[in-house]
């Protein structure tokens, strides 16, 4: 099964029309896109309007998640109904089966959010703030690990996990330290190899790297664009693992 992915694309009118170029005939080389979130420059309904016309009729279905970005102008669930009108499937700690030529599907979607690493993380104690942070952080991670484990009720061939914020610390490799509390929460992580994924794709570090690998063995891609540089990153996966990462 044939994986593409991208995020942090960051679409906004004066740019509209030039990402269509690279997304035609994506159906010749993926069975499915995800967006991981940062569509949108500014969160704005008339920039989500540019991502709907960019990712709208590719021929493949088009899985995506929101990123802070887009929540920026506090109009995301406008930013949302402008995605599914276009056909875009818009997850927010849900799952999606899709049935494709190549195997049943199934997709965990969530934006999640920051909160750090083990020993280096938010924590529940202190001002209203410090902890309205670290229950975000948690919150999301637990949508994640749900939607994960109702896959299982269904059944599907490939679990695939798809954030805007990072799950693990080795794809931020190439963001300064200090920052990394703010770009990925290590319960992403946890609940990613509780939920048997195949594949994890995030956005958001556009300064980090593109693999990495959860302490349970998942293979973890940062598709923002920023670090792939391409229109799209295509991940062959079965099963059990990653096949082709390119
Ligand atoms: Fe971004
Ligand atoms: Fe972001």
């Known amino acids: ?29 993926a069975d499915v ?6 569509l949108t420059r500014h969160g704005t309904p008339e920039e ?15 899985v995506a998640v929101l990123g802070d970005h887009d929540y920026h102008s506090g109009a995301e669930p406008k930013v949302a109904d402008l995605l599914v009108e276009a056909g875009v499937t818009v997850l927010e ?3 999606l089966v899709l049935d494709l030529p190549a195997g049943r599907l199934g997709i965990g979607g969530v934006k999640g959010f ?25 919150e999301g991670a637990e949508q994640l690990a749900r939607a994960l484990r109702g896959l299982d009720d269904v059944g599907v061939d490939v679990k695939v996990a798809l954030t805007h914020y990072a799950p693990v610390e080795e794809t931020l490799l190439g963001e300064p330290p200090e ?29 980090g790297r593109e693999k990495g ?4 063995g998942v293979r973890v891609r940062n598709v923002a664009q920023p670090v792939i540089r391409a229109a799209y990153a295509v991940y062959e996966v079965s099963a059990t693992r990653v096949l082709v990462g390119t």
């Open 179 to 207: 920052i990394w509390p703010f770009l990925g929460n290590y319960l992403l992580g946890e609940a990613i190899d509780a939920g048997g994924c195949d594949l994890a794709v995030h956005g958001h570090a556009h300064a």
């Open 93 to 95: 700690g849900e799952g």
């Open 33 to 38: 896109l995800l967006l991981a979130g940062d």
């Open 1 to 29: 099964m044939r994986v593409a992915a991208v995020g942090d694309v960051h679409l906004a009118p004066d740019v509209a029309g030039r990402h269509r170029a690279g997304l035609v005939g994506i159906a010749e080389h």
């Open 114 to 138: 920051g909160l750090g690493f083990a020993g280096r993380c938010g924590s529940d104690v202190g001002e209203p703030e410090m902890r309205a942070f670290s229950r975000h952080g948690r």
């Open 213 to 216: 690998t959860t302490l349970g």
């Open 48 to 62: 989500a309007v540019v991502v709907a016309s960019e990712y709208a009729d590719l021929g493949v279905p088009v």
